[in-house]
């Protein structure tokens, strides 16, 4: 199944002009044609993609066990489709707030740590682990 979508129409239409690329739930879009793309950009993109793939698989087949034991609406698995970005916000906001982290709250985010540890490793999805971006919340 194709990933990343290249000279894409709606990362021009939705993308200030800084930016070139965005990860909207299992894909990749980018201005960028496939000869111009940076490659440490299609890979900290390509990860993210697949923390949200992970997330959505987990929190679905616990709202799916919560709806089979608890009996309430299907309607609830719907929210396994946000919940990445849920959790990337909710994280980001309690980074900004606390006092913890001296660096900015957008590089500590697990799900960036891991991003960018892929950057220059056009192997790191092969060779990493499923959940990998969990390891970060021990650092
Ligand atoms: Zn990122």
């Keep these: 199944m194709k ?6 129409w709606l990362a021009k239409a939705i993308l200030f002009p800084s930016y070139s690329t965005i990860t909207l739930f299992a894909w990749v879009f980018t201005k960028w044609s496939k000869t111009e793309a940076r490659q440490s950009t299609i890979n900290h993109e390509c990860v993210h993609a697949r923390q ?3 997330l959505t698989v987990a929190s679905g087949l616990l709202l799916w066990a919560g709806e089979l034991i608890f009996g309430y609406s299907a309607w609830w698995l ?3 489709a946000v919940i990445f970005y849920l959790w990337y916000v909710l994280e980001w906001c309690i980074r900004l707030i606390s006092n913890i982290c001296k660096r900015d709250a957008y590089h500590m ?9 892929a950057e220059r490793d056009n192997n790191y999805l092969e060779n ?4 990998a971006w ?3 919340y021990k650092k």
Excluded: G, N, Q, T
């Design 3 to 8: 990933k990343v979508f290249y000279d894409s």
């Design 52 to 54: 949200w793939i992970e």
């Design 78 to 80: 719907a929210l396994s």
């Design 109 to 117: 985010v697990s799900f960036e740590r891991e991003a960018r540890l």
């Design 128 to 131: 990493s682990h499923y959940f």
């Design 134 to 136: 969990l390891k970060f």
